[in-house]
């Protein structure tokens, strides 16, 4: 019994010493608020394919973020597609054609610069709103039918920054881009995409082969305004 007690003593002793440690090392981390992690979401232009995270858990942290953002009237309008490997290679080199078409020659090796950047990230998520949706709903409540439009361009501005605020807060870098409405077609061809479903964004993510640069922000008075 002497024995048992003894190992008892020790195990407890031990168990104390981890406990304090552990506390020891969270004091002293602070703990990071809400608009820390918002923070992370910036522009990251230099992506790559170094990602260790699935196919699969990206997708699911992608649904799960558009999942959480609010619509006007719970209109739900917004639709992704996600684009892994050959389909993400096949997206920018259909904007590039797209591109090389619609600019100046002299201007195209800088747009093409740019398109190859994209093409170098590791996937893109596709923002899309169902205009079928916004239709319904127009003919359902005609009193807010000039707002319903409104409306799902703010909601697809929500879902755009829970995804890219997700991939940031995991370590993914993105950039948001706007090749639409010039290349709507020929992905929507390309793709077997639902006509209703209009292009609104383009977010090319990526790992991270160069940091953001920093940023110069306006002064809070030229941007709100406080009243009581």
């Known amino acids: 019994?002497?024995?048992?007690?003894?190992?008892?003593?020790?195990?407890?002793?031990?168990i104390t010493k981890d406990l304090k440690l552990k506390k020891r090392i969270t004091d002293e981390i602070p703990e990071l608020t809400f608009v820390d992690h918002l923070k992370k979401r910036r522009s990251i232009y230099v992506l790559g394919k170094k990602v260790h995270f699935s196919q699969a858990y990206l997708t699911q942290l992608i649904q799960e973020a558009v999942k959480s953002c609010p619509s006007a009237l719970n209109s739900q309008s917004s639709r992704i597609i996600v684009l892994f490997g050959d389909s993400h290679e096949q997206f920018w080199q259909i904007v590039k054609e797209v591109q090389r078409k619609l600019v100046a020659v002299h201007v195209f090796a800088g747009a093409e610069m740019k398109i190859?950047?994209?093409?170098?990230g590791y996937g893109t998520v596709l923002f899309y709103e169902d205009q079928s949706t916004i239709q319904k709903l127009q003919k359902k409540i005609p009193f807010n039918a000039d707002d319903f439009p409104i409306w799902s361009e703010q909601t697809s501005g929500m879902v755009q920054y829970a995804v890219w605020t997700a991939l940031a807060d995991s370590g993914i870098g993105a950039c948001l881009q706007h090749y639409n409405?010039?290349?709507?077609?020929?992905?929507s061809e390309h793709f077997h995409i639902d006509e209703s479903w209009l292009l609104r964004a383009q977010l090319v993510f990526g790992s991270i082969e160069q940091q953001a640069e920093i940023k110069q922000e306006p002064q809070n008075?030229?941007?709100?305004?406080?009243l009581n």
């Open 1 to 14: 019994m002497a024995l048992l007690d003894k190992i008892g003593q020790v195990l407890t002793a031990d």
């Open 116 to 120: 190859e950047q994209c093409m170098a």
């Open 181 to 187: 409405p010039s290349i709507d077609t020929a992905v």
């Open 221 to 226: 008075a030229e941007r709100f305004r406080i």
